[in-house]
């Protein structure tokens, strides 16, 4: 089944410890994303990635970082998170090309206390 | 920069009857635009596109969307809407000459009551 997969699915952590949020994909997309979805805002892009090695920041990259080493995989790296972090994440690919649209995965809902 | 607006929050319609969810963007260029539903606790799924061609973009689930050029407006419609059917929609944006930055609206919420 072609799909896109997050883990974890739910995160509870503190200020300040390193978590990261695994994104992979089975479809051979290039092209990967991260959203994040807050209350009245939508989503909002935070960091998307065209193929490997190769990201770009979005609306909101401060406080997150990513890396794409594989074409498949996609993780967001929190190194410090804070408060204002708490939201639900969604991973999303595409094929290559702006006219496609994207899958998501089932998304992440991460608390920082 | 570019953005998407949805106007209403949420829209409630009793089922049988026609809905409409309307968006409105705002590009430099020309526009790809894109309609998604999310069902509570899940992913977003992608309804329809336009990309270019025919104004009346046709999509899944028997919804189907009208790009107005002149009134930058892109809005959903659905001839008689199901309780099913209710859910959060979210319009997007992607400029075509720009890169592939993607701008969602912040969503409105449909509810279809028996």
């Known amino acids: 089944e072609a799909q896109v997969t997050q883990n974890p699915r739910y995160l509870i952590t503190v200020t300040g410890k390193k978590l990261t949020v695994t994104c992979s994909q089975n479809?051979?997309?290039?092209?990967m994303s991260w959203y994040r979805q807050d209350p009245g805002l939508g989503l909002r892009q935070i960091y998307y990635?065209?193929?490997?090695?190769?990201?770009d920041k979005g609306d909101v990259p401060e406080g997150y970082k990513v890396s794409r080493k594989e074409k498949r995989n996609f993780p967001l790296i929190l190194e410090s998170p804070s408060p204002n972090q708490t939201s639900l994440y969604f991973c999303?690919?595409?094929?290559?090309?702006?006219?496609?649209?994207?899958?998501f995965g089932p998304g992440t809902r991460l608390t920082v206390t | 920069a570019q953005s998407v607006a949805q106007p209403e929050d949420q829209v409630n319609v009793a089922e049988g009857n026609p809905l409409t969810v309307k968006c409105t963007y705002s590009?430099?260029?020309?526009?790809?635009l894109f309609w998604y539903v999310q069902y509570p606790n899940r992913g977003l799924q992608f309804l329809l596109k336009?990309?270019?061609?025919?104004?009346l973009v046709k999509g899944s689930y028997g919804f189907e969307a009208e790009f107005n050029k002149s009134q930058t407006s892109f809005h959903l419609k659905k001839p008689s809407a199901l309780v099913s059917d209710s859910a959060l929609y979210f319009c997007?944006?992607?400029?075509?000459?720009?890169?592939?930055?993607?701008?969602f609206g912040a969503g409105t919420t449909v509810t279809v009551r028996a």
């Open positions: 999303a690919s595409s094929l290559p090309g702006t006219a496609y649209e994207q899958y």
């Open positions: 479809m051979n997309h290039e092209y």
């Open positions: 990635s065209m193929n490997v090695e190769v990201t």
């Open positions: 590009v430099s260029g020309n526009p790809y």
């Open positions: 336009y990309i270019t061609g025919d104004n």
């Open positions: 997007a944006v992607r400029d075509r000459s720009n890169d592939y930055k993607l701008s």
